[in-house]
Nanobody, 126 residues
Framework: QVQLVESGGTLVQAGGSLRLSCAASGLTFSMYTMGWFRQAPGKDREFVASIHWSGSSTYYLASVSGRFTVSRENAKNTVYLQMNKLKFEDTAVYYC???????????????????WGQGTQVTVSS
């Protein structure tokens, strides 16, 4: 019923830019905090960025702060992740996640999210 579909992942050179999109359906998008996670081979899924359901605040993994920007366009039920100055270490499968509005300002744990997309591969060549 609820679907999150990521797109935009591809091969990109180090220093380049990429924008990921996540289209949501089957939920009232404006009532969900949206998050981005990533998982590299042999590693656990880690928090990358999130945007509050109200759109009033964003949070980032320290290593991507200043390079990545998360935004949302409620009219299109879509959340974006603009990735600039990409590094080889950013290579991973990127997942979109949704969590129904709660009392917190942000959520960085996998267990805190209700729905997940299938992921999109981002490969950064050095």
């Amino acid at each position: 019923q609820v679907q999150l579909v990521e797109s935009g992942g591809t091969l990109v050179q180090a220093g380049g830019s990429l924008r990921l999109s996540c289209a949501a359906s089957g939920l009232t998008f404006s009532m969900y905090t949206m998050g981005w996670f990533r998982q590299a081979p042999g590693k656990d899924r880690e928090f990358v960025a999130s945007i509050h359901w109200s759109g009033s605040s964003t949070y980032y993994l320290a290593s991507v702060s200043g390079r990545f920007t998360v935004s949302r366009e409620n009219a299109k039920n879509t959340v974006y992740l603009q990735m600039n100055k990409l590094k080889f270490e950013d290579t991973a499968v990127y997942y979109c996640a949704a969590r129904y509005r709660g009392t917190g300002y942000y959520y960085s744990l996998k267990e805190e999210y209700n729905y997940w997309g299938q992921g999109t591969q981002v490969t950064v060549s050095s």
